[in-house]
């Protein structure tokens, strides 16, 4: 609930408080952001600090120190002692002054860049004392029932004059210092979202500078007590919803204070604002919790899945590429397809290779038209084979990109990102299109809509395999906010023109994995690396910050591709359930027991799925050997462990579930084994599990090396 009183602005979340005053300068002060607190004493939270030295205060008022301010969104050359939220200049002047002018509530509209519906909204604007016509709008949206804040920023220019802006965050959240840690998920292809600790002294600058949301650092991250663990603590989670670079700051003021700072990368950004123009920055999501990691990142995942990622029905579909990689052709994947309908699959997905000309990674992105000496009776035959069969048809695209040995390139050079002298950067021997052209986002478009509309497409992958280099001449990193409004209105059109088409987000695996594309793709593809020991690391990390089923997990073979490792199948399997399931596997050339085994697997992850879709995920363990997660869907749920190694002698870490009703008997099952206990009890000593004892008979689990369990709990 938002409540406008006085000069007060409190956004009341089920469980939170976030207090903003407006002063009697104009300024706005962050009072507060945590658990609740009492409208009766906000008045009390009036920070002041009075002759604090060397800082500034207000000619007729020496108890207004800015340094003892948390601001909540701060501008340079104001006397404020962190770094700014935003810089605005022009050709005359280099600063502006904002003052507070008025506050409204208004329903959200569409923006340029993605905006999460519903919510209640108010908006804080101010005006610049220095220009007159300029304004700046601080947007929040409230999701009371989900303890989720978001927030934006827009910033209109009504002036004769056009601005700058040297950058402009989503957010800033000052907060008081305490002894607090951030963690960020980085990682690189592969192995992309792993949870770091980075204790917070001084400053942390993390982000993205390739152009995309990266592998190498997700837009999410968290700031939090040092002793937060996943279930105690004061915890905050932000995410951005962007696809392009991204900035993350973190630091300590010497007044006590911590001032975080998420939005659009700043290094090397320079956007003009014309005349009569104006510019929207990304949505930037918070949540807190005094709960611990668990319930803030279990909020996340709740918003991200309820409010900004599309719900669809996924079918479980088997993909072309570790099976063939780019040999395939019509008759190879009729055989594929009627392997996969005898053992199950809903679709088959033809990955990379398909459109003419393309046999290596060298050549052809552009020219997505049917290579018809791979498919003598065109795409649409093999679609209508599918369809025969009831089966949906997916299919491989990288709409983005051109490859220069093609007749697009040919045909359109200037298309292609390119700086005219300097040396040449090609990621996987293709080029980035100039989207920001309109006749390039037309062409895409047409190639999207092809695959749909003529090849006849339920399904689409959206890839996107290399990182951006060159810009246009006279720009600097703002080109990739351009380019991604530009992209952001292709994906608006293509799902709003074909809503039943599924999207799967693709980044040479989890490059892209964020709530800008998400908000137009029911699921992302996590990983390139499905061996099950990397993946269970990689969906962990995801599980911060995004819903399961928003995650597409293939069971794939052994040894595994990316890692060369052999794992066995249920560890394969298991993983590959906490999330969308799907496969690439090459099933017309294994064994009869692995068809049955895959077989099973399906049936018995069709059962699991609607838990899956709506489950949240906690992470249960600490303890580095492990990983167990609990899958909670209310009364029913699963426990997932994998034990990465297997020690002599050892018994398996006490896994205690959360969120049960202690009243309750629950029934729990895996294997063989099936036993029913209390609520209570699951809490309070754990699930009560037999003895690993390898090579053991009765009564014993046998967890080798890399190998999962996965037990069903349903309350009875
Ligand atoms: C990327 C994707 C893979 C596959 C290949 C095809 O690497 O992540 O899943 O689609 O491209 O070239």
């Given at each position: 609930m938002i409540t406008i009183t006085n000069d007060f602005v409190h956004l009341a979340t089920k469980n939170n408080s976030y207090l903003l005053h407006i002063n009697k300068y104009g300024d706005l002060e962050n009072l507060h952001?945590?658990?609740?607190?009492?409208?009766?004493?906000?008045?009390?939270?009036?920070?002041?600090?009075?002759?604090?030295?060397?800082?500034?205060?207000?000619?007729?008022?020496?108890?207004?120190?800015?340094?003892?301010?948390?601001?909540?969104?701060?501008?340079?050359?104001?006397?404020?002692?962190?770094?700014?939220?935003?810089?605005?200049?022009?050709?005359?002047?280099?600063?502006?002054d904002f003052v507070v002018s008025k506050v409204f509530k208004a329903p959200q509209t569409e923006q340029d860049m993605p905006v999460p519906s519903g919510g209640e909204s108010v908006c804080i604007e101010l005006a610049d004392k220095i220009r007159d016509g300029l304004t700046l709008q601080l947007w929040y949206v409230v999701y009371e029932e989900l303890d989720v804040i978001c927030r934006y920023v827009k910033i209109i220019n009504k002036t004769e004059m056009d601005v700058k802006l040297s950058k402009v965050m989503s957010a800033q959240y000052d907060m008081p210092k305490g002894d607090k840690k951030a963690v960020i998920f980085d990682g690189a292809w592969g192995r992309e979202r792993a949870k770091k600790v980075v204790p917070i002294i001084g400053a942390i600058a993390a982000g993205s500078f390739s152009g995309m949301s990266s592998a190498e650092c997700s837009p999410f991250f968290m700031v939090e007590d040092a002793s937060a663990t996943q279930c105690s603590g004061n915890v905050y989670c932000f995410n951005l919803m962007y696809s392009g670079s991204h900035e993350i700051s973190v630091e300590c003021t010497p007044y006590d204070s911590i001032r975080v700072l998420h939005g659009v990368q700043s290094d090397a950004f320079n956007y003009v604002v014309n005349s009569g123009e104006s510019f929207v920055t990304p949505v930037s999501v918070s949540t807190f919790s005094d709960k611990g990691e668990g319930t803030a990142s279990v909020n996340m995942q709740k918003f991200a899945g309820d409010i900004v990622i599309p719900k669809k029905h996924i079918p479980i579909m088997l993909n072309s590429w570790e099976s063939v990689y780019f040999d395939l052709n019509e008759a190879k994947l009729q055989e594929f397809a009627a392997k996969a309908k005898s053992l199950g699959f809903d679709g088959v997905v033809v990955d990379d290779g398909w459109f003419i000309g393309r046999d290596d990674d060298t050549t052809s992105l552009g020219d997505w038209f049917e290579d018809r000496r791979k498919f003598p009776h065109g795409i649409k035959a093999y679609a209508d084979y599918l369809h025969s069969m009831d089966m949906a048809f997916g299919i491989w695209i990288e709409p983005e990109m051109v490859s220069e040995r093609s007749q697009l390139y040919k045909a359109h050079p200037d298309w292609?990102?390119?700086?005219?002298?300097?040396?040449?950067?090609?990621?996987?021997?293709?080029?980035?299109?100039?989207?920001?052209?309109?006749?390039?986002?037309?062409?895409?478009?047409?190639?999207?809509?092809?695959?749909?509309?003529?090849?006849?497409?339920?399904?689409?992958?959206?890839?996107?395999?290399?990182?951006?280099?060159?810009?246009?001449?006279?720009?600097?990193?703002?080109?990739f906010y351009k380019y991604y409004r530009a992209l952001y209105q292709i994906l608006r059109k293509f799902t709003a023109n074909y809503p039943d088409v599924i999207l799967e987000n693709c980044a040479s695996g989890g490059g892209r994995f964020d709530l800008g594309m998400m908000s137009y793709a029911p699921i992302g593809w996590v990983s390139d690396n499905t061996d099950p020991l990397s993946r269970?690391?990689?969906?962990?990390?995801?599980?911060?910050?995004?819903?399961?089923?928003?995650?597409?997990?293939?069971?794939?073979?052994?040894?595994?591709?990316?890692?060369?490792?052999?794992?066995?199948?249920?560890?394969?399997?298991?993983?590959?359930f906490i999330g969308s399931f799907g496969a690439q596997y090459d099933v017309t050339k294994i064994s009869?027991?692995?068809?049955?085994?895959?077989?099973?697997?399906?049936?018995?992850?069709?059962?699991?799925?609607?838990?899956?879709?709506?489950?949240?995920?906690?992470?249960?363990s600490d303890n580095e050997n492990y990983v167990v997660w609990q899958v909670d869907s209310g009364d029913v749920g699963l426990v997932y462990i994998m034990q990465k190694r297997f020690y002599t002698v050892s018994s398996l870490p006490g896994i205690r579930l959360i969120h049960l009703d202690e009243n309750a008997t629950y029934m729990l099952q895996?294997?063989?084994?099936?036993?029913?206990?209390?609520?209570?009890?699951?809490?309070?000593?754990?699930?009560?599990?037999?003895?690993?004892?390898?090579?053991?008979?009765?009564?014993?689990?046998?967890?080798?090396?890399?190998?999962?369990?996965?037990?069903?709990?349903?309350?009875?």
């Open positions: 952001y945590g658990c609740k607190i009492n409208s009766a004493d906000f008045h009390l939270l009036l920070r002041r600090r009075s002759f604090i030295v060397n800082t500034l205060f207000a000619k007729d008022d020496m108890t207004y120190c800015i340094d003892g301010i948390n601001f909540e969104y701060s501008f340079p050359f104001r006397g404020d002692s962190g770094s700014c939220a935003c810089h605005v200049a022009d050709d005359e002047c280099g600063m502006a292609a990102l390119k700086c005219k002298n300097a040396r040449e950067i090609v990621g996987r021997n293709q080029l980035i299109l100039d989207l920001t052209k309109p006749e390039v986002a037309d062409y895409v478009y047409e190639a999207l809509q092809r695959l749909v509309t003529e090849y006849g497409a339920d399904y689409i992958k959206w890839d996107f395999n290399r990182r951006f280099a060159d810009v246009p001449r006279g720009e600097g990193s703002e080109y269970a690391e990689i969906q962990q990390g995801t599980s911060y910050g995004f819903p399961i089923r928003a995650m597409l997990n293939h069971i794939s073979a052994s040894p595994s591709h990316q890692t060369k490792r052999a794992t066995n199948f249920d560890a394969r399997k298991n993983t590959a009869d027991s692995e068809c049955e085994q895959i077989k099973n697997a399906i049936c018995e992850y069709k059962a699991l799925q609607p838990i899956i879709q709506n489950a949240s995920l906690y992470r249960l895996f294997d063989n084994f099936k036993f029913e206990a209390s609520g209570l009890t699951l809490q309070n000593y754990g699930v009560p599990l037999p003895m690993n004892y390898q090579g053991c008979g009765d009564g014993a689990i046998n967890l080798t090396d890399m190998s999962t369990i996965l037990i069903k709990f349903q309350k009875i």
